[in-house]
């Protein structure tokens, strides 16, 4: 079992930045990979970035394509999502998942785990 916890979500003016953690529990953390979704009202949830388990591999989706940055620190336990030039359309809560398989996969059936997620909401 792994829990996994977001956190640095919030409210963001255009062109602004901001830096999400995902803290996951359990030893096993390293033998996942991670990914982060995200979902806007009336819209499905769509794949976002992930990372494979050794960080050696990254997978983006085009729309966030060199603005977010995805990495983690399989020490703490912890995945980022460093998000810059943010968008109005960016506006969504963003959940951060994890696979069995340790790769980078961008649907969201492959993941076993999912955060509670965190909202952020970047204004005009």
């Known amino acids: 079992q792994v829990q996994l916890v977001e956190s640095g979500g919030g409210l963001v003016q255009a062109g602004g930045s901001l830096n999400l953690s995902c803290v996951a529990s359990?030893?096993?953390?390293?033998?996942?990979?991670m990914g982060w979704f995200r979902q806007s009202p009336g819209k499905e949830r769509e794949f976002v970035a992930a990372?494979?388990?050794?960080?050696?591999?990254?997978s983006y989706a085009d729309s966030i394509k060199g603005r977010f940055t995805i990495s983690r620190d399989n020490a703490k336990n912890t995945g980022y999502l460093q998000m810059n030039s943010l968008k109005p359309d960016d506006t969504a809560v963003y959940f951060c998942?994890?696979?069995?398989?340790?790769?980078?996969?961008?649907?969201?059936?492959?993941?076993?785990?999912w955060g509670q997620g965190t909202q952020v909401t970047v204004s005009s």
């Open positions: 359990g030893r096993t953390f390293s033998t996942y990979a």
């Open positions: 990372i494979s388990r050794t960080g050696g591999t990254t």
């Open positions: 998942a994890a696979n069995r398989y340790g790769t980078t996969l961008t649907y969201k059936s492959a993941y076993n785990y």
